[in-house]
């Protein structure tokens, strides 16, 4: 009896597995066959299944690249740099695709401290920060052992030393792994959709027009109000738009 429970959780479990990775495999042959607004339709149903990863976003990406479509690749680039932040080809597939968004900004000047943590915390995903911030408490402890047993004090005076510093590693990992899991949870960056969008001084239609902004276009979205978003450029400049006029990363 124990032994035909098991088959069936077995078959159970493949079947399962079968019928996440079928839609994601017909997805792929319609994009390896170079049929892409076949393979954008199915990729998106995987997506909509709620089955997520650096590579769906990339593919789905070069397809609406390769027919086109500028605002959704980029979109769906910076969505797989978000959860691989180390993939060298997202990032210059992502650089190919931002050359045809008319809006050129100016990025802000930022502190030489500031532009150097930033790097180090994007150079991995949140995932591998984990791992690291893991593998380095661990270490710590091999090298606190040390401290505490060994008899020698040169080796007690390094386990200290290197157990002291795997444990600030370790920290600030831990530390880059949920900033990468806030980003990843709160979306703050959108893209814009539509061909063209005047910037509003307020959230509302008889607002001042300050700017126009055209599709492609990456913008930090820093508060809301109803149907309105306000959001911030990366030369500093703000404004409002309606909500439908961005997709969120």
């Not at 027919?67 to 597939?93: C, H, V, W």
């Not at 600030?172 to 063209?196: G, H, M």
Request: glycine share 4%.
């Amino acid at each position: 009896m124990k032994n035909l429970l098991y088959i069936l959780m077995v078959l159970v479990c493949s079947f399962t597995v079968q019928a996440q990775q079928t839609p994601i495999s017909e997805a792929n042959d319609f994009y390896q066959k170079g049929e892409y607004e076949k393979a954008i339709k199915s990729y998106e149903f995987v997506l909509e299944t709620h089955i997520e990863s650096p590579e769906i976003y990339f593919n789905l990406a070069n397809a609406y690249y390769k027919t086109g479509q500028i605002a959704p690749s980029i979109l769906n680039y910076e969505r797989a740099k978000l959860l691989a932040p180390e993939d060298g080809d997202i990032q210059y597939n992502l650089k190919l695709a931002q050359v045809h968004v008319l809006d050129k900004l100016e990025v802000l000047p930022e502190l030489l401290v500031s532009k150097w943590y930033a790097g180090i915390r994007n150079a991995f995903s949140a995932k591998l920060w984990s791992y690291f911030s893991i593998a380095l408490f661990f270490i710590c402890l091999v090298f606190a052992c040390f401290y505490l047993y060994s008899n020698k004090v040169g080796l007690k005076k390094l386990g200290f030393l290197l157990a002291t510093l795997c444990l600030i590693l370790s920290i600030l990992s831990y530390s880059f792994a949920s900033q990468k899991t806030k980003e990843i949870a709160v979306r703050e960056y959108a893209i814009i959709f539509n061909p063209s969008v005047t910037i509003k001084g307020s959230p509302d239609d008889s607002g001042t027009e300050l700017f126009l902004l055209h599709e492609g276009t990456k913008v930090k979205v820093i508060d809301s109000l109803g149907d309105w978003r306000n959001i911030q450029l990366s030369d500093g400049n703000e404004g409002w738009l309606k909500k439908e006029d961005i997709e969120k990363i």
